[in-house]
């Protein structure tokens, strides 16, 4: 296998990246983003707290048992995480955090459907093995020393290891998301007269439903 | 003849402006609520392309999650990032003609406990909002659920979601909740047995006998709890008792529209003959109060039983979290000492919680060396409380009556633990360093966390002696 890390030269259809293992269930987007990182007004800066209770102790000293910690895997780009990936809170600071460490790819049984929307909306595959299968990669990963490579191939939609091949599916959808880079926005916009009809049989049907935060508010602010 | 439908399926149609493929439509959505953190990174990206907010009218804010609790009449955010998000908040709904409930707004609270007290929450409509426990409106039959940041931006824009339509899964639990055993009880055992991906891909619908005897506000801590077993929704068929409920509240539904309104609230429930992907069945009379034992929803035991043994395909998550929580298995949580007690957050900071607290703390003491918190969910959660004398009875018990907001659910403001305390909390998720580093938490009732205030410790709120109402 060749080593040339990161998406392919050409499209993103192929990404080789060196692939770090954190074998921890459930692990919640609290977690990945701690509450003291989301009081910004941007998204920038998030990659100082991405696992930041994992990364560092209570003293804010570096842990350096923990992998992300260790010098041969400050490259990483995919991470093979454990079930429910992303749990918990919406916050899509957990995603933009792990973009901005460098994570391109997460490979997990399953993830957190919140977190997974927010994936495709930034961007960050996520990648959904069968447990049996994912157990095999995580064991491989942990076997290695050093970051283990891994092809996320979306033209054959598998997952390469040095010693594995495991097929995984995305829908078409996110699929074309993640390779076009859609501005989901601009394609609904495409959409805009028929929000408009919608809304207006909507609201005939639903009066009470027109407005309803402006009415409201206005009510309980003359009480 | 059409197909029979669920109430999930018959909420998703009325919503559906289009199909976009055969997993994605584009869904309409009635009401969008907003918070001070998840929301500016959406205005921004509006801005920056020039877009517009599609549907003012259709959007809420308040500012809940970084707000101070202190119990003093002008309230001050002095972390500096933390009001410049109250400001932007403030800024961006002003621009945009939204309304908001600002920080010293006196009706000010947390979003899932504000929206539906004023009647915006109506059965039949889509409400989401940039969190997680947006599932909490399905109580009233509405579908709630939780969107990200970029989410956010689009249903600015556009008033709509591209929804990836979920699966069916139907929760029944007959049966009749024994003295002292509460909705929060109930939804802890359902997580427990079902796991904390045990809804994960599905909308589901609580029915049965129990669900029916619940009251409203009861059921809001069902749905909002729901969101911990993986769920993305969770739909109680509006019965009589839901509708009175809203009625009340939404005094602008009235004439020929209330008899319109009726009408198709009444046709919002599962049809007999349609197919849910999945089924439960709980037993309610089965219910003992529950009492997390690790670091997620679903590590949760009856106060009467032991912390579990690590083995099989759980030991390793299980000593993960055992050593967090400084537990160890077979110990039983009865007697375990707490230094702090939180009674709030959208669970659990409505009227009936609150009443429920004052129930136990009448003529006790908070036990010395805990500092116990009480945070109404709202500026009109905590106005009822004080003219019923609630707050009395908490303040001469030595429990804090503070000002609305999430507060310690998620400990984003000034109300932090320090390391290794360990709390009784009314809340939602005892994640890892959710309420602070290193700070444990155990989730359980109002009711079991008051007793374990005036016990010092953990402890089984039926073994108190105090009279249920
Ligand atoms: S109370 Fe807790 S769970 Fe509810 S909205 Fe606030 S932070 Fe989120």
Same mark, same amino acid.
């Given at each position: 296998?060749?080593?040339?890390?990161?998406?392919?030269?050409?499209?993103?259809?192929?990404?080789?990246g060196a692939a770090a293992a954190i074998k921890i269930d459930n692990l919640d987007t609290d977690q990945i983003m701690p509450k003291q990182f989301l009081r910004g007004l941007d998204k920038s800066g998030l990659d100082k707290g991405l696992l930041w209770d994992l990364r560092y102790d209570e003293l804010g000293q570096t842990r350096s048992n923990f992998i992300l910690n260790q010098p041969e895997y400050s490259k990483v780009t995919v991470l093979i995480a454990g079930a429910n990936f992303g749990c918990g809170s919406s916050r899509e600071h957990a995603v933009w955090g792990l973009l901005q460490f460098g994570i391109q790819a997460v490979i997990a049984p399953s993830f957190g459907e919140i977190f997974y929307s927010n994936c495709m909306n930034n961007g960050l595959l996520s990648v959904m093995l069968p447990q049996a299968l994912l157990d095999a990669l995580m064991a491989e990963a942990l076997q290695q020393t050093g970051p283990m490579t891994v092809e996320i191939d979306?033209?054959?939609?598998?997952?390469? &290891?040095?010693?594995? $091949?495991?097929? +995984?599916?995305? &829908?078409?959808?996110? $699929?074309?998301? +993640?390779?076009?880079?859609?501005?989901m926005i601009e394609s609904t916009f495409s959409h805009e007269v028929d929000i408009a009809v919608f809304s207006e049989i909507h609201w005939s049907k639903y009066p009470w439903l027109r407005d309803i935060a402006s009415r409201t508010k206005e009510r309980i602010d003359t009480l | 003849m059409t197909a029979p439908r669920t109430l999930y399926r018959k909420l998703l149609d009325s919503h559906t402006v289009t199909r976009l493929d055969d997993q994605n439509i584009l869904l309409f959505c009635d009401l969008h609520l907003m918070n001070e953190y998840t929301s500016p990174q959406a205005f921004s990206g509006l801005l920056d392309r020039k877009r517009d907010v599609a549907m003012p009218g259709q959007n809420v804010a308040t500012v809940s999650h970084i707000i101070p609790t202190d119990p003093v009449r002008h309230r001050i955010i002095l972390d500096p990032a933390s009001l410049q998000q109250a400001q932007r908040l403030k800024s961006n709904c002003k621009q945009q003609g939204i309304p908001l409930f600002d920080t010293n707004d006196e009706l000010q609270g947390i979003e899932h406990i504000i929206a539906p007290e004023h009647g915006m929450i109506r059965p039949g409509m889509v409400a989401i909002c940039g969190d997680s426990h947006t599932t909490t409106y399905g109580a009233l039959g509405a579908l709630g659920f939780g969107i990200g940041t970029s989410e956010v931006?689009?249903?600015?824009?556009?008033q709509t979601l591209v929804y990836r339509t979920a699966s069916d899964m139907r929760i029944r639990v007959d049966g009749q909740l024994p003295l002292w055993s509460t909705a929060k009880d109930l939804v802890l055992m359902i997580i427990g047995r079902i796991g904390a991906q045990g809804a994960r891909g599905y909308v589901l619908e609580f029915c049965g006998s129990a669900i029916n005897a619940l009251s409203v506000e009861a059921r809001f801590t069902l749905c909002n709890m729901a969101v911990e077993a993986g769920a993305r929704?969770?739909?109680?068929?509006?019965?009589?008792?839901?509708?009175?409920?809203?009625?009340?509240?939404?005094?602008?539904?009235?004439?020929?529209?209330?008899?319109?309104?009726?009408?198709?609230?009444?046709?919002l429930y599962s049809d007999s003959d349609a197919l849910f992907d999945c089924e439960h069945v709980f037993d309610a009379s089965a219910v003992i109060p529950q009492v997390t034992w690790g670091t997620s929803p679903d590590q949760v035991i009856p106060i009467t039983a032991a912390v579990p043994e690590a083995i099989g395909a759980q030991r390793e998550s299980t000593e993960k979290a055992l050593s967090y929580t400084k537990l160890s298995p077979g110990m039983v949580l009865e007697g375990v000492a707490v230094q702090h007690v939180f009674i709030g957050s959208c669970t659990n900071a409505r009227i009936e919680d609150l009443r429920q607290v004052a129930n136990i703390a009448r003529g006790r003491k908070v036990s010395p060396g805990v500092r116990a918190m009480v945070v109404p969910g709202s500026g009109a959660v905590r106005q009822q409380a004080e003219d019923e004398g609630i707050a009395r009875i908490l303040l001469d018990a030595g429990f804090e009556w503070r000002k609305p907001g999430c507060s310690m659910c998620l400990a984003m403001n000034n109300d932090v633990l320090a390391d290794g305390q360990r709390c009784a909390s009314s809340t939602n998720r005892n994640f890892e360093g959710r309420q602070?580093?290193?700070?444990?938490?155990?989730?359980?009732?109002?009711?079991?966390?008051?007793a374990a205030a005036i016990k010092g410790c953990i402890t089984d709120v039926r073994q108190l002696g105090v009279a249920h109402d």
């Open positions: 296998m060749f080593v040339n890390w990161g998406w392919h030269m050409t499209d993103k259809s192929l990404l080789v979306l033209e054959e939609m598998v997952v390469r &290891s040095p010693a594995s $091949r495991s097929e +995984f599916m995305l &829908s078409d959808r996110h $699929r074309a998301m +993640f390779l076009d880079g859609t501005d | 931006e689009h249903v600015l824009a556009t929704g969770a739909l109680i068929a509006p019965d009589a008792k839901a509708v009175d409920y809203v009625l009340q509240r939404a005094t602008d539904i009235d004439g020929p529209q209330r008899e319109s309104a009726l009408e198709y609230w009444s046709t602070g580093r290193g700070a444990i938490t155990h989730l359980m009732s109002p009711a079991m966390a008051a």
